[in-house]
């Protein structure tokens, strides 16, 4: 009784973890923003603009672009968001790739 118990938690419990997975699924970008494959790029460029440091954040940026570390997003692209937080999706082009760039929920989220 006890091993059908445990059993039945068991798989209640994964039940309730995959509920919780959120997978990956399409996305429109509704916003023209760029997106980083590390997220403390992308996060040190949004410092930057909340600084005020608009030499900085282009130097960045600029230089972010051109190694590929970076890139821009157009409106109407279609992508795959791999992952997820509080102000950033990890978004992968739906033309391919194999590494997400992270880039503000803003780029998806339109005027919500």
């Not at 997003?73 to 937080?85: A, F, P, S």
């Amino acid at each position: 009784m006890k091993k059908t118990a445990l059993a039945r938690a068991s798989a209640l419990a994964l039940v309730l973890l995959g509920a919780g997975y959120d997978a990956a699924h399409a996305e429109t970008i509704t916003k023209n923003r760029f997106g980083c494959h590390a997220q403390e790029v992308t996060e040190r460029l949004f410092q930057l603009v909340q600084a005020g440091d608009e030499g900085g954040f282009g130097q960045l940026l600029r230089a972010s672009l051109a190694s590929g570390e970076c890139r821009n997003w157009k409106t109407g692209e279609e992508v795959t968001m791999q992952n997820r937080t509080m102000g950033y999706a990890c978004l992968l082009p739906k033309e391919g790739g194999s590494k997400c760039y992270w880039t503000p929920l803003s780029a998806i989220e339109g005027d919500k």
